[in-house]
């Protein structure tokens, strides 16, 4: 018999990844047809999201937390060595990579504010702080991050696989969903009120339209 389903993902965080994987190609397709503006645009509202999803990884639901998902070194090893407990959420190695994934986000839109292309037409809202070559710099980094990061995803996407055909253990319908088995022992999601989403979402907008027009 199948056990209950019940929620290991709130709405918010889902969102949150689907958004993010089409914006990644998205990004990466203005700059090929060259539509820049299309491109700031686009990068803003990623810098909109991974500004939620850091504060919503202080505030929002249980398995959405940073506190909930960073394990110390040895209770990572003792997961991969196959001897860690059942896992409700992101298991010790799995959200070390999240950490990863969201730093390299970040960091790739941290570049992009400041970033102009060669002839100076297109730049990030904030690369009126640095010098032109400074600028240029900065688009070879965004380009280099561009790379990393899809190297992670890559290593991401893999392991999901893994997961899915080796372990049996199926992550993709839960983050479509939201539902997966209820947890043999110990405690499910504890949702965030609504109040919490409203204040992460409204400070992440704010953050981001000071920005994007205003600094
Ligand atoms: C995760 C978010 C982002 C991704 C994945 C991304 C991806 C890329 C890629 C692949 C390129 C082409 C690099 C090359 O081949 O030269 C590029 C260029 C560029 N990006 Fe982004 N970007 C992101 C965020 C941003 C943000 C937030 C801004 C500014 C608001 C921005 C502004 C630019 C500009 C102005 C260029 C042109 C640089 C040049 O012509 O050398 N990007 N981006
Ligand atoms: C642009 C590509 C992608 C990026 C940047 C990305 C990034 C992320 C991030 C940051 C998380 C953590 C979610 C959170 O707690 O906020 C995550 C989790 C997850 N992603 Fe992706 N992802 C990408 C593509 C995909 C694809 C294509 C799939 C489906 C095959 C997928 C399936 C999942 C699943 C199932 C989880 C939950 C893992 C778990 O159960 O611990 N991702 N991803």
């Given at each position: 018999?199948?056990?209950?389903?019940?929620?290991?993902?709130?709405?918010?965080?889902?969102?949150?990844?689907?958004?993010?994987?089409?914006?990644?190609?998205?990004?990466?397709?203005?700059?090929?047809?060259?539509?820049?503006?299309?491109?700031?645009?686009?990068?803003?509202?990623?810098?909109?999201?991974?500004?939620?999803?850091?504060?919503?990884?202080?505030?929002?639901g249980s398995t959405a937390r940073f506190t909930s998902f960073l394990r110390g070194p040895g209770t990572v090893l003792r997961y991969l060595r196959g001897r860690g407990t059942a896992i409700f959420g992101h298991n010790p190695a799995g959200g070390w990579s999240v950490i990863v994934m969201l730093l390299l986000l970040a960091v790739q839109v941290g570049l992009g504010l400041?970033?102009?292309?060669?002839?100076?037409?297109?730049?990030?809202?904030?690369?009126?702080?640095?010098?032109?070559?400074?600028?240029?710099?900065?688009?070879?980094?965004?380009?280099?991050?561009?790379?990393?990061?899809?190297?992670?995803?890559?290593?991401?996407?893999?392991?999901?696989?893994?997961?899915?055909?080796?372990?049996?253990?199926?992550?993709?319908?839960?983050?479509?969903?939201?539902?997966?088995?209820?947890?043999?022992?110990?405690?499910?999601?504890?949702?965030?009120?609504?109040?919490?989403?409203?204040?992460?979402?409204?400070?992440?907008?704010?953050?981001?339209?000071?920005?994007?027009?205003?600094?």
């Amino acid at each position: 018999m199948s056990r209950e389903t019940v929620v290991v993902w709130d709405l918010p965080t889902r969102l949150f990844h689907w958004a993010i994987v089409l914006l990644v190609p998205a990004l990466w397709w203005t700059h090929q047809i060259d539509r820049l503006d299309l491109h700031i645009l686009l990068g803003e509202i990623m810098l909109g999201l991974v500004l939620f999803r850091l504060i919503w990884g202080v505030i929002g639901g249980s398995t959405a937390r940073f506190t909930s998902f960073l394990r110390g070194p040895g209770t990572v090893l003792r997961y991969l060595r196959g001897r860690g407990t059942a896992i409700f959420g992101h298991n010790p190695a799995g959200g070390w990579s999240v950490i990863v994934m969201l730093l390299l986000l970040a960091v790739q839109v941290g570049l992009g504010l400041f970033v102009s292309d060669e002839d100076g037409l297109n730049t990030g809202p904030l690369s009126h702080l640095v010098s032109y070559e400074s600028a240029r710099t900065l688009a070879d980094r965004h380009e280099t991050v561009f790379y990393i990061l899809l190297g992670f995803i890559a290593f991401h996407v893999g392991a999901i696989l893994y997961y899915q055909l080796v372990r049996r253990d199926r992550l993709v319908g839960p983050m479509l969903s939201g539902r997966r088995a209820a947890p043999e022992s110990g405690e499910a999601m504890i949702a965030a009120p609504l109040w919490r989403f409203v204040l992460a979402a409204a400070l992440a907008a704010i953050l981001t339209w000071i920005v994007s027009n205003y600094l």
